[in-house]
Nanobody
């Protein structure tokens, strides 16, 4: 069974840090576009960061560039999102997702077919 398990959310004060994890089961992160999305209350889902595994390329939304870092531990088959200098506007439910194997990070969101369950991040001012 192909699954993603997202975890690591929590409540922090502005300026704090959190690390989110996205663990895969039933498949290996060898040639995937592993994407972190977030959705804040009343807002549309937005892409936060993406890693093109196998190529080592990473991409970030402008709003998180320089504050968030996406990385992978191949031995654990887990992708991480290190979030530093958190701001209240980072408050959202964060999801990891992948499109079919071999697709790239600019794959349209509707083609992402495996989603984690979401982990909630709350940043207070």
């Amino acid at each position: 069974d192909v699954q993603l398990q997202a975890s690591g959310g929590g409540s922090v004060q502005a300026g704090g840090s959190l690390t989110l994890s996205c663990a895969a089961s039933g498949f290996t992160f060898d040639t995937y576009a592993v994407h972190w999305f977030r959705q804040a209350p009343g807002k549309e889902r937005e892409g936060v960061s993406c890693m093109q595994t196998g190529l080592g390329k990473t991409y970030y939304a402008g709003s998180v560039e320089g504050r968030f870092t996406i990385s992978i531990n191949n031995a654990k088959n887990t992708v991480y999102l290190q979030m530093n200098s958190l701001r209240p506007e980072d408050t959202a439910v964060y999801y990891c997702a992948v499109p079919p194997r071999g697709r790239l990070c600019y794959t349209p969101t509707y083609e992402y077919n495996v989603w984690g369950q979401g982990t909630e991040v709350t940043v207070s001012s």
